[in-house]
């Protein structure tokens, strides 16, 4: 951790020489039944772009060349402006900076996911095509409950868009299992939600009750065991979809950030953040070199500098 020397905001957490996570908002105001944060954080609180924009113009003079834009309910950035100034408006402005090659975004509202905003973002040359886009359950009648704001179709359709609009992007996503209420027949729907879309990864949370929260109130809490069982299905299909794409780039050339070493290899990221592996006499860390991928082993690739 870092403290901000930047005054308007609070802390800014870095990695290592090759990436930094810029925090740009506080707070939520959407309520989520299940979620503590709006209670326990506040309303959104935007930092000043100006801020947002010299801090990351500072450290990329320090030789920081990917930037992770993120906070609690990133999407919400500049409602509490009063001029219209959004996240788009502030990604847009990082992309000038010189020094910085990748920007990329932190868990993401799917509703924010307007046309408007892809056909912006799709001018971004420095936009990473991973896209974390929170979506807790697969079925309509449980994202009610949870009240999380679009249903399962709006969903589909919003990941079919950035998928047209940016081929080579990676989705990922969040699930709450056993949620309050969650039938085996609405879980069964998520599954198969989940195996249409097909993610990259998905992340998987059992739901834990928090006091104070509407879904802590809630009747028909689902059993510990059940939470268990429902999560080491979708654990498993996570990992299948996983081996799967990595399986696809074999053969690949991709370019990868390298940001660290281990004893043999050096270790980093495609833009769409695959972790990929490489060996090299010269050192790359801290440089975006092309790679060949060689070969898939586990939940990992390995390739040849070219
Ligand atoms: S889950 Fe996310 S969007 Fe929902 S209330 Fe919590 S922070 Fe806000």
Redesign the pocket.
Known sequence: MHNSKYGDFGDITYTEKTRAVIKVQDG?????S?????FA?GRVRSRKPDSVLKEIEDISKKGIKEVVITG??VASYGKDFKNNYSLIDLLEEINKIEGIKRIRLGSI?PLWITDEVIYRLKKLEKLCHQFHL?L?SGCTETLKRM??RYTAEEFKEIASKLREAFSDCILTTDIIVGFVGETEEEFNITYEFLKNIKFYKTHIFKYSERKGTKAAEMKEQVAGNIKEERSKLLIKLSEENEKSYLKDYIGKEVEVLFEEKDEEFFKGHTANYLLVKAKSDIDISNKVVKVKIEKQENLELIGNVM
């Open positions: 939520c105001d959407r309520f989520c299940y979620c503590i944060i709006p954080r609690i309910h509202e929170s807790q009240n999380r």
